[in-house]
């Protein structure tokens, strides 16, 4: 499982989260463990936690839009720690471009940027597009640094698998109708009162 790490500004929360959720059939095979600061918990320290996490991420996903790189901590703190580490090959970042800005120069810049072209998902007619371009291109690159998904599946059982073998059958109510016999009376309660009107 490849632990990756959301570099974003806050002005652009809406988008992270629409991406965490696109991300969510990675999750749910047991491919990432995702990270953003805000599963920091009350009472730890903003910096300590996301540098403690910054570290251990082996992919850093940089959201950038002009408030990333306005945002002195996403660009200075975030973006520059995850290049020296993206440099030293201990970590792979992927710029996802969420909206349109000048970041062809910057020190991101030389990396292959999703979605392809670096069109912003901003400028996707249907925004999906874009988020699923972006996430098969993290699953690309999870499966490049930690093998195909199905052979590491097929090695580890899933917590799934295991509470499969455990379960004792029985029925479940989500998937059950009971039909309703409705009385004279329930029928004319539903039926609007004229006297009330």
């Not at 989260?17 to 990270?35: F, K, N, P, S």
């Not at 992919?59 to 703190?77: Q, V």
Request: net charge positive.
């Amino acid at each position: 499982m490849a632990k990756l790490f959301f570099s974003y500004s806050h002005r652009d929360s809406d988008l992270r989260d629409e991406l965490e959720i696109h991300l969510a059939a990675l999750r749910r095979e047991g491919v990432i463990e995702i990270w953003h600061d805000r599963k920091i918990g009350a009472g730890k320290e903003f910096d300590n936690e996301i540098s403690q996490h910054l570290e251990q991420a082996e992919i850093i996903l940089l959201s950038i839009s002009p408030y990333f790189i306005a945002s002195e901590y996403c660009y200075e703190i975030e973006m520059k720690r995850a290049m020296e580490r993206h440099e030293k090959g201990q970590a792979r970042v992927i710029p996802v471009i969420l909206h349109p800005c000048d970041w062809q120069k910057l020190r991101f810049g030389k990396l292959i940027v999703t979605p392809t072209d670096g069109k912003p998902i901003s400028k996707f007619p249907n925004k999906h597009d874009g988020f699923l371009e972006v996430t098969r291109s993290i699953r690309n690159v999870v499966e490049d640094l930690c093998g195909p998904v199905e052979k590491r599946q097929a090695v580890m059982p899933t917590d799934a698998t295991t509470k499969e073998t455990n379960k004792v059958a029985r029925p479940r109510s989500s998937n059950l109708r009971v039909k309703k016999e409705f009385t004279d009376r329930d029928k004319d309660r539903f039926l609007p009162n004229p006297l009330n009107m």
